[in-house]
Antibody, heavy 120, light 107 residues
Framework: QVTLRESGPALVKPTQTLTLTCTFSGFSLSTSGMCVSWIRQPPGKALEWLALIDWDDDKYYSTSLKTRLTISKDTSKNQVVLTMTNMDPVDTATYYC????????????WGQGTMVTVSS | DIQMTQSPSSLSASVGDRVTITCRASQSISSYLNWYQQKPGKAPKLLIYAASSLQSGVPSRFSGSGSGTDFTLTISSLQPEDFATYYCQQSYSTPPYFGPGTKVDIK
């Protein structure tokens, strides 16, 4: 069974750096074609894709947020980590990680999401 | 970057109605178009991938069509559990952006 679970702080202060971890099971990120993405959703708003890392350690970022994002993986721990710098209240959102079995495939399995509030 | 639009942004429908949602890409994406359903407080769920392929376990009243830049999601007979927000997403190239969503609520 494939599962993903997001973890990280529920509250961060403006200007701080957010670090989120996606811990997954049931697949390996060293398998050819496999990818994990981060996607977020502000309250009442649409889904926004943030970043992707693939089995070959290639990394891709949202054009509008790429200066603030870093994605990395630890294959031995089955984890993908996203850092976002200089957090602002507009970054308040539920953050999801999701799997793609190929670079042109859909997000077939999602984590439950973790809510992050940015406030002083 | 390839931008995605959806129409309508919301619609009201009754149980049993046929519902159609449209998604358009800013450039051709072949058939690399996916549809998701999201209910309040829940993660999105994959319904349709590659424009017209039904994800395992998804009821057959859901169908998708289209290629190039124009795509549709059709629910043949709306059921109570189908009231939700629907998103399209292109997987032709990175960044794999989503559409703005279509909220389907009860008439």
């Amino acid at each position: 069974q494939v599962t993903l679970r997001e973890s990280g702080p529920a509250l961060v202060k403006p200007t701080q750096t957010l670090t989120l971890t996606c811990t997954f099971s049931g697949f390996s990120l060293s398998t050819s074609g496999m990818c994990v993405s981060w996607i977020r959703q502000p309250p009442g708003k649409a889904l926004e894709w943030l970043a992707l890392i693939d089995w070959d350690d290639d990394k891709y970022y949202s054009t509008s947020l790429k200066t603030r994002l870093t994605i990395s993986k630890d294959t031995s721990k089955n984890q993908v980590v996203l850092t976002m710098t200089n957090m602002d209240p507009v970054d308040t959102a539920t953050y999801y990680c999701a799997r793609m079995v190929g670079p042109k495939d859909a997000f077939d399995i999602w984590g439950q999401g973790t809510m992050v509030t940015v406030s002083s | 970057d390839i931008q995605m639009t959806q129409s309508p942004s919301s619609l009201s429908a009754s149980v049993g109605d046929r519902v159609t949602i449209t998604c358009r890409a800013s450039q051709s994406i072949s058939s690399y178009l996916n549809w998701y359903q999201q209910k309040p407080g829940k993660a999105p769920k994959l319904l349709i991938y590659a424009a017209s392929s039904l994800q395992s376990g998804v009821p057959s009243r859901f169908s998708g069509s289209g290629s190039g830049t124009d795509f549709t999601l059709t629910i043949s007979s709306l059921q109570p559990e189908d009231f939700a927000t629907y998103y399209c997403q292109q997987s032709y190239s990175t960044p794999p952006y989503f559409g703005p969503g279509t909220k389907v609520d009860i008439k």
